[in-house]
Every structure is written in C-alpha cells, then in structure tokens.
C-alpha cells in the first residue's frame, strides 16, 4: 500500500499509494501514446516510479486535461521547448489554471509543488483530472441507453439526480440482470473484491468476436487468482486498465470506480427503448462553468447537476461562507435531514439561503427558498451567478485593501488605462461592446501584464468566425498561463456574453493586482542589491513585511484595549473585526518541527503544554475547530515596552534577523510561495473565543422594526 512519505499542505504525514501511481502511469501510457508531443515521456515505467519526473515541466499535463475535456488547453499556449524553471512555471500555471477551469480543486497546489514533484499533490491533481474525464459523459445527453436504467414510477429527470457512481453501479446490476444471475451489487468496495459482478459484466458488454468468458475465472476459488484470469478477459477487450488483482480484492474503491467507469465509455452495451421518445437537454455552457467553479473551491457535496444538488441549500452556505467568512450561522443550517421531516428541512435552508443573499446585497426580487429548493432554472442560475461575481469581486476587494469600491465601471477604467499605458490601441466601453468578440482586446491586455508573453504571429484579424474562435480560444489559455483564474470559455467571448467577459476582466485584474503586490518590492530589492545598499532600519507602517511575497504571513496593528479596558473593532466585513483585550500567543510544532498554529488566549490561561491536547477554535467560524497535541510550544508575546518603559533588554538587529530567519524555517514552504498560498492558521482559546462574542453582542448595535 504504502510508498514516500510527504508533508501535507496540512502538516499530517502522507502515503503514496503505490497501487494508484502505476495504474495512473498505465493509463497516461495508454491515453497519450499517440501524441508525437509526448513521446521523449512515454511510456512512463510499468512502476510508475519516473511518474513524477516526467510531469515537471508541465506538458504531460497540459496534454492530460486535453484528454480528459478536449479543447480546454490551446495547444499554442504550452512551452515546448526551451524548458527553463520559468517556462516551466508558465506550463504549471497553464495546467493549474485549466484544471480549476474544469472542476479540479487545486487550492493548496502550487507551482513549486509540481516544480519539486510532491507525489502526494501530483497524484491528487492527476486523480482528479482523470476522474472528471472518465465521468464527464455518463449522462443521457451522450447515451440516451441509460434510460433503461431508470426504475419503476422514475422519469429522466432522476436520472440526472443520480452522481455517475451511481448511474455506473445501476449499469453493473442491469447487466447482471440480464446476464439471468441473482448477484446485485452497491458499492466498488466489498461487492466486487470476489470478481464474480466482473465477469459476468464482461461477458454481457464485449462483442461476441472477443470470445469474452465468465467461465474460466469463476472456476477459480482463489480470489487473487480469479481477479488475473478476470482482468485476462478484460484485456481482450483492450480494458485492463487501473486494477490490478491486488486492487480487486482488497476493494480499492478509486481504481475500482475507474475500472468500471472506463468499461462503461468502451463498451456501454445500451440501446435506447425504440418505442420510446425522449428530449435529452444538455447541460448549457452557462450551468457547467457554474458546476465547475463550485467543484473548483472544493464544496461538499461535489455537484454534479446543478438543479438537484444545491436543492438542500448546504452548497450555498459554504459558497458564501467562502465569500464572506463569518456571514453564514452554521446554528442555524440543517446539515444532517429528519427523514420525517427532510422535505420541511431543506425548505427551510433554502429560505436561509435567500436571507442570506439579501443581507449580501444580491437581487432576488421574486426569488423564495421554495424556488432554490424545487430548482427552478431560472431562478437558480441568477442566485448562483450572483455568488460567483461576488466572489470574484471579493478576491479583487481583497487586493485593493478592502475598502476600495470594486464594481464593474473600477474594472472597465482599469482595463483601459493599462491598455493606454501599454501602448495598446484597444479599448472598450463595456463588457457587452461587440468588438470583444474577436479577442484581440483581452489579448493585447494579457500582453500588458505580462510583456512578451503574447505571440502575435499566432493572433487573426478576427475578420472571420473561425478567426474570432481562434482567438478566443488562445485568450482563454494564455490568460490561464499568466496565472488568472479564468473560468469562462472561448465561445463567451465570440458570443460577447456579457457576465463571463466580466469575470475574465476581473480575473486579469486580480492578476495585476497581485503581480504588482508580489514585484514591486522585490524589483526595488534587486536593484539595490548590486550597488551594495541595503535595508538597515526599519519602521511600524500599514505592512509589516519587507517583502510582499509572503501574502498569507503579513500583518497590521489594531488597537484592542484602551486603558486596561478592552477594545473590540465591529464591521460588516468579519475579517477586520478585532480580537480584543491583552492575549498571549503561543506557536505549537508538529512531531516534524514545523508550526502547525498559533493560538491566542488569554492572559489569565494556563498556557498549552507539549503532548497535551489542546482546542483550537477558528475566530469567527463556529463550527471550525481542531484539537492539538503540540510536540513543542513557543511563547511568541513578549512585552519589551510597557507603560512608556523598557521592560527587558532589547535583542540586536542582527539577533533580530538570525530569529526571523530561524522562525521562518519552521514555516511550511506552501504558506511562503507566490501562487496559491496556503493561509496560515492562527486560532483563539475556547475561553478567548467566548469573551470575544460576549463583548461583540455587548457592543454591536440592535436593529428596530416599526
């Protein structure tokens, strides 16, 4: 089972299932085997152990998101030669960007990760991309046989309730049906591990020229055994693929869903009733690019059809949750349903939902928790479409400092300063102005953000639809390389579809944003680097870092007591709410030396003790806690100044530095990088945490109705 261990994202310890790197090997061998591109790569070996090597550079891939949703990468926009770290980079953005753009959830992968090959992080994000291509057309849209999946008193609409594990164990167990044998099965664990639903799956859905048999492998007592001779008959078929025997009869649920999801592409085996009419709706590109960015921020529930799994309003609470900490009272969310009362329940979120909106300024005229809850398209789209412009505005508000107004006219002003400033002749009066749909606008902004990263010889006139489509497609992608978290799709562009234009601008501009709080520093330090000057004072301003670099370890000071009495700041936002009064902090380390958390409490606290548990409660998020048992404990308050004197010795500036430098290599390197920093977690005592809420409702105002 077990393989190299890695630090996780989250400081635990992980093990690389050697089972999945070779089954995710072999299947890269089979999926790009004619791709001229990558043949200095393949095949990978049969142990998959060169696997991660072979993906640093980011092509492979590039070239497996292709595979698995075609058309997301414009294959003009990947390095293929030259592959210095930086163009490297550039691939690893492009590849991150277009799996978030698909569903993936990367936010704690990295460039570095891949640059450094993490096994644990490639895996996950290799998993997740594989998944989304096995599964993405297991809908009646592509196989309009799945009807016959459907049981007594259901309509195609179940049918799209169903997630595609689901929809693949009803295809097992209708083939088993037909097959005359009595074995069911309900899950890719326990009822598969003795072959038996396989081989009697093979033999109904491989042409009869194959010669596929039951027979053979069922005469088999031994398990391993049968599952060999099993997977034998599954090669004549050219379906050997994720499981090895080992794989079956432990029930390794992963490699056995995609053993059978990939059964299912090659060989479905449905046809449709003849006697029955059917109008199959598609998913629209406006619903998948809703699914996808969900999928991306990693809510719980995974969605898969967007009417039917956000009809509980669970979803919702943890979209706005991400959007504005703090807004969501988990008291009052029904996470877990009555069966009595499941239909009463789920209402009752929904309305939730809509209350929420409304305090969050959304626009639901006409919208109530009964319309979210029977998953009224129109309605539910609107709702959704609002959450997702939200939350890329809040990212933008972050950037700006929080106070700046963000709205779309900030965005369209932006846009065309930069184009003048960059010497561009494009411009645009708005997100509905027509002559976007030829791309060259977004792509001469691209080029203002990242000098020399657009190949013009690669750009059309637009004079043409297929010229237009062309150069959406390269705006689409090598805005993805630049590092934006583009969503949208080409076809929106050509279109002119006046939302999603709107989230490329916005995405472009974060990316500005966070370019010119990442460089502008640093380019100051190189500069003064070679002609020998260097930083030799310093003093107490709006930043409290030399280097912006470090977005997720900076800091300000707030004032939270005022003589002995303290002090709490209120405001809609939850994040510049302040932890009031005199608090000691305290670093707790992990086994492996590494800062886990940083907790505050109070004074008057018995302080955190190595190997004794401790709780650690998020802020403001009341249903967010951890226990931990910290291997080392360090007291990080020290007061050297207090009423107008110096308490204790002061420590050198070179003491000083030596300190940081030694703290700071206690820090994990995800916290530290550029691109998709992990947020450091800094948490408050459960006694901490109750005084703060008590003086927050002691101070904060009371509404009147009349």
């Known amino acids: 089972m077990g393989g190299s261990s890695q630090a996780s994202v989250e400081g635990t310890t992980h093990t690389v299932r050697k089972e999945e790197q070779k089954a995710f090997a072999d299947w890269i061998n089979r999926a790009l085997a004619d791709d001229p591109d990558c043949a200095k790569y393949l095949p990978l070996s049969s142990s998959g152990e060169d696997l991660y090597k072979n993906t640093q550079d980011g092509i492979l891939l590039c070239k497996l998101i292709n595979k698995s949703v075609p058309d997301t990468i414009d294959e003009r926009a990947i390095n293929k030669t030259n592959l210095s770290i930086y163009r490297r980079a550039e691939n690893h953005n492009l590849a991150l960007m277009s799996a978030q753009s698909i569903g993936c959830n990367i936010v704690n992968i990295g460039d570095d ?91 109904q859905i491989a042409p009869r020229e194959n010669g596929v048999m039951s ?91 967007l009417y039917s799994d956000l009809q509980d309003g669970l979803v919702y609470f943890k979209l706005y949750d991400i959007i504005r900490p703090g807004v969501v009272n988990w008291k009052k969310v029904i996470q877990k349903f009555n069966k009595l009362k499941i239909n009463f329940e789920k209402l009752e979120n929904c309305n939730y939902v809509v209350a929420l909106g409304k305090e969050c300024k959304f626009s639901l005229v006409g919208i109530s928790g009964a319309d979210i809850n029977e998953g009224n398209p129109t309605l539910t789209l609107g709702l959704v479409w609002q959450l997702m412009r939200a939350y890329t505005l809040s990212i933008l508000r972050q950037l700006a400092g929080g106070d700046s107004l963000i709205n779309d006219a900030a965005i369209i002003e932006w846009a065309n300063a930069k184009l003048k400033e960059g010497g561009k002749k494009s411009s645009f009066s708005g997100f509905n102005d027509s002559t976007l749909s030829d791309g060259r606008t977004i792509i001469d902004l691209i080029d203002c953000i990242r000098r020399g990263m657009i190949n013009y010889d690669l750009v059309k006139d637009g004079a043409s639809e297929e010229e237009k489509m062309s150069n959406a497609k390269y705006a689409i ?17 050509v279109d002119v579809k006046q939302k999603m234009i709107m989230t490329i601008f916005a995405c472009l501009m974060a990316r500005d944003m966070r370019s010119q709080q990442n460089g502008e520093t640093e380019r100051a330090d190189y500069c003064t680097w070679p002609q020998g000057h260097e930083i030799d004072s310093f003093g107490v301003g709006t930043h409290l870092v030399t280097c912006q670099k470090q977005p997720a370890l900076g800091g300000v000071y707030k004032l939270v007591e005022i003589n002995r009495t303290p002090r709490i700041k209120l405001s809609e936002d939850v994040e510049k709410v302040t932890i009031p009064g005199r608090k000691q902090a305290y670093r707790l380390f992990g086994a492996d030396g590494n800062a886990l958390v940083d907790l505050m409490m109070q004074p008057s606290e018995e302080p955190p003790k190595p190997g004794q548990r401790v709780l650690c409660r998020h802020p403001f998020q009341e249903s967010r806690r951890a226990y931990v048992i910290p291997a080392k404990v360090e007291l990080l308050h020290k007061c050297y100044w207090d009423m107008g004197k110096v308490v204790q010795p002061l420590l050198s500036l070179c003491d000083l530095r030596t300190k940081a430098l030694n703290s700071l290599k206690t820090i994990r390197i995800d916290h530290k990088r550029v691109l998709n920093p992990t947020p450091y977690k800094v948490s408050v005592s459960s006694q901490l945490y109750t005084f703060m809420h008590e003086l927050w409702l002691q101070n904060a105002p009371i509404g009147e109705l009349s």
């Open 113 to 203: 990760d891949l640059e450094k090959c993490k096994p644990h992080l490639v895996l996950g994000l290799l998993w997740q991309v594989i998944r989304i291509g096995l599964l993405s057309d297991i809908n009646l849209a592509n196989h309009p046989g799945l009807i016959n999946l459907l049981e007594d008193g259901e309509t195609p609409e179940d049918l799209k309730k169903l997630s595609p594990e689901q929809i693949l164990i009803r295809w097992v167990n209708y083939h088993l049906r037909n097959a005359g044998v009595d074995r069911r099965i309900r899950n890719f664990q326990e009822d598969i591990k003795d072959s038996e639903a396989y081989c009697y799956l093979l033999e």
């Open 215 to 305: 027979g053979p492998p069922l005469s088999e007592h031994n398990l391993e055994q049968r599952a060999e001779l099993m997977l034998q008959e599954a090669d004549k078929i050219g379906c050997r693929s994720f499981v090895s025997p080992k794989d079956v009869t432990s029930g390794n649920y992963k490699l056995n869903m995609a053993f059978v999801a990939n059964l299912f592409n090659q060989y479905p085996a449905l046809e449709p009733p003849e006697d029955m009419e059917m109008d199959v709706v598609e998913e629209t590109r406006e619903e998948k690019t809703y699914r996808n960015w969900m999928n991306s921020l990693g809510v719980q529930p995974y969605v898969h059809y």
């Open 477 to 493: 992608s090598m805005a993805r390389k630049a590092g934006a978290k583009v969503y949208a799709l080409p076809e929106d562009i």
